[in-house]
């Protein structure tokens, strides 16, 4: 256990979402580097806050667009934030096209359409690489 949250904390754990977006943004791919912390008046929002925000970095693609003209996006993040993806996605300094579902930024719907598709580490005991995938469903 100590050794998977030190894995954690030191960032060599790999992980793949798939998110689909409520448009298509300017970029097919990139980094976003937005600094985030909680926002105290309307919690549980995060917020972009350059003086007291904690760095959060992550790597975007978009994999496609479907005929309702969503984009279809893998997020790779290399910090693990709350909300990182969500705002991340939503923030006009970001890609400025919500998670699809997102009810905290962007609009609700059925449900929140992002999905944590896969996630890689090194077993603490074999040191073995492992993958563990699901499948997106949407």
């Known amino acids: 256990h100590k050794a998977l949250q030190a894995a ?12 689909l977006l409520e448009k298509v943004p ?30 959060a970095q992550t790597i975007f693609k978009v994999l496609g667009i479907n005929d309702k003209g969503q984009a279809r996006v893998a997020f790779y993040p290399k910090t693990g934030r709350t909300h990182q993806l969500r705002l991340h996605a939503a923030h006009a300094e970001g890609l400025g096209c919500a ?6 930024y962007g609009h609700p719907s059925d449900r929140l359409y992002l ?3 896969a996630i890689r580490f090194i077993h603490p005991a074999t040191g073995q690489l492992l993958t563990i995938e699901a499948p997106c469903p949407f």
């Open 26 to 55: 300017q970029k097919t791919e990139g980094e976003i580097s937005l600094p985030l912390c909680l926002n105290p008046y309307e919690r549980p929002r995060q917020m972009i806050e350059y003086t007291y925000g904690k760095p």
């Open 99 to 104: 998670i699809a579902g997102d009810d905290l």
């Open 115 to 117: 999905h944590a598709e």
């Open 8 to 19: 954690f904390a030191h960032g060599s754990v790999r992980k793949r979402y798939i998110a």
